[in-house]
């Protein structure tokens, strides 16, 4: 199957840090990415992690993978009030025209 | 450097009227291209990819329809509109391992 699953809400503090999580179900996925979507906008890739790999970071973004238990998340360190979106996980296969199937979303709230 | 053009941005259209979305890519040869809708805000539903010009590969039954005539762009269409074809479509594409680049993406309002 091709289920990606997350937590609808989360709800975090200025400054603290925003864990994100993400499960799926295909262990054939090549690529795993995440995607911010600010109100009445497309979505922006945040980051992507390669399979093989087990941790990515790119500054504020620290990205883990437990491929075992098909887990991902995404840390958010030092969470600030832009960071406030919906936060979406996505799998990819190779081959048939790299697809990928996104999870419902997150919606993050930063509060003061 | 690769650009993406979705348009119109907004749009609200009767029950039973045609209707064309027009997504461009610039920067890029032979792209993957992709029509996403987004309803109530949330989940994210593939509607058709394309490989190349001509190709279409539709993943849901629908009253929508793709095709794309050139290299870099992908039209979404319907000759009737129902009120359930309401939501976000987002255009986007890819190449390898990157991930999609999105549109900007379009509010289709049906009334």
């Known amino acids: 199957g091709e289920d990606v699953e997350q937590s609808l809400f989360l709800s975090v503090r200025e400054g603290d840090s925003s864990v994100i999580n993400c499960t799926y179900t295909d262990s054939s996925s090549t690529y795993l990415y995440w995607y911010k979507q600010e109100p009445g906008a497309g979505l922006q890739l945040l980051t992507y992690i390669f399979s093989n790999m087990d941790m990515k970071q790119d500054q504020r973004l620290t990205v883990l993978l437990n491929k075992k238990d098909k887990h991902l998340s995404l840390r958010i360190a030092d969470t600030q009030t832009g960071d406030s979106a919906i936060y979406f996980c996505a799998e990819s296969k190779a081959g048939g025209g790299n697809k990928l199937t996104f999870g419902t979303g997150t919606q993050l709230k930063v509060e003061l | 450097s690769q650009t993406i053009h979705q348009w119109p941005a907004t749009l609200v259209q009767p029950v039973g009227s045609p209707l064309s979305l027009e997504c461009t890519v610039e920067g890029t040869s032979n792209p993957n291209l992709y029509w996403y809708r987004q309803a109530a805000g949330r989940g994210l539903q593939l509607l058709f990819y394309s490989v190349g010009i001509g190709q279409i590969s539709s993943e849901v039954p629908q009253n929508l329809s793709a095709s794309r005539p050139q290299d870099r762009q992908f039209i979404l269409s319907s000759k009737k509109l129902l009120l359930s074809d309401s939501g976000f479509y987002l255009c986007?594409?890819?190449?390898?391992?990157?991930?999609?680049?999105f549109g900007s993406g379009t509010r289709l309002t049906v009334v």
């Open positions: 986007a594409w890819s190449q390898g391992g990157n991930g999609y680049t």
